[in-house]
């Protein structure tokens, strides 16, 4: 069965960058949907990006100009590039998959879209 594996999180300080990757097992080609949701504590889980396997991406707001969303399809890997952090972004960063594709612009940052979760990866900026 697909498995999702995060890595990357971390401490940073304002003003720092991460990236993090989610590696994706046994996966075969064909349509998807990935995203990167993140929840901070007591606070819903939120869509930070997201992208289908023909390119198309979704941001947050919040994300827009400082966080990239890619796919590395040799290597079944997700990414989230993420520069200019800001305390506001420490949270708990999962990466969530639909194998069967979505409307990435739609519902591409919707939680209730994706049927496969990575266990998470933390990522804590300091003032």
């Known amino acids: 069965h697909v498995q999702l594996v995060e890595s990357g999180g971390g401490s940073v300080q304002t003003g720092g960058s991460l990236r993090l990757s989610c590696a994706v097992s046994n996966y075969t080609a064909g349509s998807y949907c990935m995203g990167w949701f993140r929840q901070a504590p007591g606070k819903e889980r939120e869509g930070v990006a997201a992208i289908d396997d023909d390119g198309r991406t979704s941001y947050a707001f919040s994300a827009k100009g400082r966080f990239t969303v890619s796919v590395d399809n040799a290597k079944n890997t997700l990414y989230l590039q993420m520069n200019s952090l800001k305390p506001e972004d420490t949270a708990m960063y999962y990466c969530?998959?639909?194998?069967?594709?979505?409307?990435?612009?739609?519902?591409?940052?919707?939680?209730?879209?994706?049927?496969?979760w990575g266990q998470g990866t933390q990522v804590t900026v300091s003032s």
């Open positions: 969530a998959a639909n194998l069967r594709g979505c409307l990435v612009v739609v519902q591409g940052r919707s939680p209730s879209h994706y049927n496969l």
